[in-house]
């Protein structure tokens, strides 16, 4: 008798340790959980609070590129150097009244990035128009170089604050044609459909004769701009 008391008390310990042993675990387990979460939630306000820094930091380059222009009243140049060129496109154009749409598509954009090569660099203020562009192209990269802006496409909403010429004038400078060191450099502004139409748009009111400018295969038109771009855009 005094040997099974003393078994079912040793067995009555044992089950009491296992219960204890039970719960230590179960206290560990949801220690172990709680510093996952505030791990968790901690990681989660760094990252809030880089795209807040990082989302401070675009705005104000914006606002400052902006405020450039204004000071240098930029605006009216470009726009007078981008109609300028528009209308050596238009000859350009004319001169390939001849060829079929395919010729025309694949020959136009060609000679677009040869007279932007030629003229652009030669004219009066070309030191001008080369510091805005290097301006926008900086704050670009900016913008594309911060991993932690990832809730908005703020390069998409940098481009649609300029107007048009200002936009032609950017992707006239991504053209692998320049033969003229340290000029602006920027190799992620792939052209597309829309600025071709723009760059037809802007010929359009720069020529004086009713000249028919559908006649182009927009799809082989861009595919050709983009072969003319500085390679790595791709």
Sequence with gaps: MIS??????????LIYQIKEYRLQ????????????????????????LLEQ????????????FHN?????DNLKLIKEEVQYLSGLFVYSWKNLSKSSVDERSEIFPK??????????????????????????????????????????NYKALFLCQLDRHELLLLYF????????PGMPYYDNLQWK???TTELLRSMKKED???????????????????????????
């Excluded at 675990?25 to 809030?48: D, P």
């Excluded at 820094?53 to 400052?64: A, K």
């Excluded at 030191?127 to 809730?151: G, P, T, W």
């Excluded at 400078?173 to 003229?180: E, H, P």
């Design 208 to 234: 004086t004769h009713s000249t028919d400018y559908s006649q182009i295969n927009l799809n082989k038109a861009v595919s050709e701009f983009q072969k003319l771009q500085y390679q790595s855009v791709n």
């Design 111 to 152: 000679r677009v990035c040869q007279l932007i090569g030629k003229v652009l660099p030669n004219r009066p203020e070309y030191v001008i128009l080369e510091s805005y562009v290097q301006y926008a192209f900086n704050v670009l990269s900016v913008i594309d170089e911060n991993k932690y802006l990832v809730s908005s």
């Design 53 to 64: 820094r990082s989302l401070s930091l675009i705005t104000s380059i914006i606002t400052d």
């Design 25 to 48: 675990l179960e206290e560990l387990k949801k220690s172990v959980e709680a510093q996952v979460i505030s791990a968790t939630e901690l990681e989660n306000q760094r990252k809030i």
């Design 193 to 195: 459909n829309s600025i």
């Design 4 to 13: 099974l008391a003393g078994t079912m008390v040793l067995f009555a310990a």
């Design 68 to 72: 450039f222009n204004s000071r240098q």
């Design 173 to 180: 400078f991504t053209f692998d044609s320049f033969d003229i």
